[in-house]
């Protein structure tokens, strides 16, 4: 059987549109330039978890990334990107409606051109992303204002999106789900060596949140996010090599909390070789109509706790994995070869575990089983 992206946990489309509006740059000054020539990246990733030594979900995902300056003011950019996703549900939260296996394949696109003034820039982008039951399509507008010193700047931006949700099994037709996003931030050269970020992002959403394929599956039809991240950026003299750190605190309506702790480190070795260890913990609280699935020998599958056949259709609950109560741990390597002046090839390895026991502050979702991922990305870039 298929089932649709809200099986994997991916962000809204207007949201990874702001998300890439702002990226902390290097350490060095902050520049409103046009790139002083073009590049094409050539990417491939090789996902798989599985959980209690069931083999879940796999992922082959291919893409290609192309920038270009354009006149003397002006740069284009585009992506490309193909996903081949196949398993199954996650233990414990298996749907009866059909979709404990799976297979899907996702096709997404992005495009942004961007103009380049003294003190500024002002980009508009625009992404679409379809599968055989899922559309979304987005717009974006991001800005940024240089102070004279070219030492701070301020970022703005707006995005919108409209999904289109048709599932298999028919439990809906032709729902639709909404998102606008607005972001604002700063970047500050703090000193010689070190940059920092502060940024904010609140998501208004509304319409259709249900997983379709997860039965007992009932969300609000509204829902709002805000982010607050911090990014520091560090240039370490005695190595040549750059810390990056990074804080993301997330709530949402859905009384989820949730704290990202990230670490990474830049070192650059000799002949064009660079190595990147990086660290991140995860822990969020559960949404509050999330439950536990109890298994009921006499029905034969999950239910909620106290299930009844007479309970309220209209009550607000969900097993979805992702809503649950829980830790995760992320360790990764990154190595990075510059082949002369126009080659770049690179490969990153991560490993990533989630366990509701790891969940901080409060408790975590027992009913959820531990999760194992691993991800494998290779990349090449030609630049001109």
Partial sequence: MTTSLQERDAPPLAASLLAAALLLPGVQALADEPPAGGSISLRYLDYADRQSGLDRIHAHSPSIAVTAPVASDWSIEGTLTADDVSGASPRYHTAISGASHMHDERKAGDVAATRYFRRGTLTAGAAYSTEHDYVSRALSLNGTVSSEDNNTTWAFGLAGSRDSINPVNHVVAD???????????????????????????????????????????????????????????????????????????????????????????????????????????????????????????????????????????????????????????????????????????????????????WRLFHDGSPGLAPLHARMLQVGLTRRW
């Fill in 175 to 357: 729902e639709h789900k909404r998102t606008v996003s607005v972001l604002a931030g700063v970047t500050r050269v703090l000193t010689p060596n070190d940059i920092g970020q502060l940024t904010l992002t609140r998501t208004n959403g509304s319409g259709y949140y249900n997983d379709p394929y997860k039965l007992f599956d009932n969300r609000p039809r509204s829902r709002r996010e805000n982010t607050v991240l911090l990014r520091w950026n560090h240039y370490v003299d005695a190595t040549g090599g750059t810390t990056r750190l990074g804080y993301r605190y997330f709530s949402d309506s859905y009384r989820i909390r949730a704290h990202t702790l990230s670490a990474e480190y830049v070192q650059p070795l000799a002949d064009g070789w660079s190595l990147v260890p990086e660290l991140r913990l995860y822990s969020q609280s559960a949404a509050y109509f999330y439950y536990d699935p109890v298994y009921d020998a006499s029905l034969g599958a999950p239910f909620p706790p106290g299930f009844s056949n007479g309970a309220d259709p209209n009550r607000l609950t969900s097993p979805d994995q992702r809503l649950s109560g829980f830790g995760a741990v992320t360790a990764g390597l990154k190595v990075v070869r510059e082949i002369g002046k126009l080659w770049t090839v690179d490969v990153k390895v991560e490993g990533y575990e989630q366990r509701g026991s």
